[in-house]
């Protein structure tokens, strides 16, 4: 691949489908160095899911996307990869770079970004200040309430999202957490499509309250889908969850 790519110079589109396929770090930092000579890209789809990748890949691979400065299309799976904080922070520093960024996903679930990691995540998405479509998957990644402060706050700066999807489902942001999402989610007032899994994640009634107050300024949303399963919240708050957000039409709410 770091072969071919490094002679396909003009290539504006590329999806690698690499998941469940061994690369490892030696094979990652091939495929960074590709990337890395393919200047025109402006959308690529990179799955690496399963792939038994350690830093130094994700430092190769952060390196070659970096140079990829014409990127308005971005998504990155790396579900089941052991991604530490240390993984995190070189792909916050490329997403640092990636100013053109109008639609991004980045699938880290399973892995170990924990606190550390979504500091970094955050810091480099509030640089994508283009961004209109985000999905966030940090399902089982041992985030706390400092982690969820730190990656939405890093979302508050992304003032065009008009589209958003995260996924915090089996970690523990607690009540905190779930009142910096009523901060920063009323901020972004062009939603109009909105997900948020926060399954397992010891929010009671009180993190429930918070959510809805924060819910309730997207005065723009059509379509929100939102997983409270296994957090304590009682059936009074789920109705007056919903109560708060009868202004949805289509409207999804599972606990």
Same mark, same amino acid.
């Given at each position: ?64 996307? $970096? ?64 961004? +209109? &479509? ?12 400092? $982690? ?9 700066? @992304? ?40 399954? &397992? ?25 939102? +997983?409270?399963? @296994? ?5 009074? +708050? &789920? ?12 409207? +999804?709410?599972?606990?």
């Amino acid at each position: 691949l770091h072969y071919v790519l490094g002679k396909l110079i003009h290539l504006t589109s590329l999806s690698l489908a690499l998941g469940g396929n061994t690369v490892g770090d030696q094979g990652c930092q091939a495929l960074g160095g590709g990337l890395g000579k393919c200047l025109q890209l402006t959308t690529l789809f990179v799955d690496l899911t399963a792939s038994k990748l350690g830093d130094k890949a994700y430092q190769a691979l952060g390196d070659g996307l $970096g140079k990829c400065l014409k990127l308005t299309t971005l998504s990155v799976n790396l579900y089941n990869n052991n991604v530490s904080p240390k993984g995190c922070q070189a792909l916050g520093d490329v997403l640092g770079k990636l100013i053109h960024l109008t639609s991004l996903s980045v699938n880290l679930g399973v892995n170990n970004a924990g606190d550390q990691g979504c500091q970094a995540l955050g810091d480099g998405l509030g640089k994508c200040l283009q961004l +209109e &479509i985000l999905s966030v998957n940090l399902y089982k990644n041992s985030v706390g309430p400092q $982690g969820c402060l730190a990656l939405v706050y890093g979302l508050d700066k @992304c003032l065009k999202l008009t589209t958003l999807s995260v996924n915090l489902y089996d970690n523990n942001v607690g009540v905190q957490g779930c009142q910096a999402l009523r901060d920063v989610l009323g901020k972004l007032m062009h939603l109009t499509s909105l997900s948020v899994n926060l399954g &397992i994640n010891d929010i009671g009634d009180q993190g429930c309250q918070a959510l809805g107050i924060g819910l309730s300024k997207l005065i723009h949303l059509t379509s929100l889908s939102l +997983e409270l399963l @296994c957090n304590g919240v009682g059936p009074t +708050e &789920i109705v007056g969850l919903r109560q708060r957000l009868r202004h949805v039409a289509k409207l +999804e709410i599972r606990d």
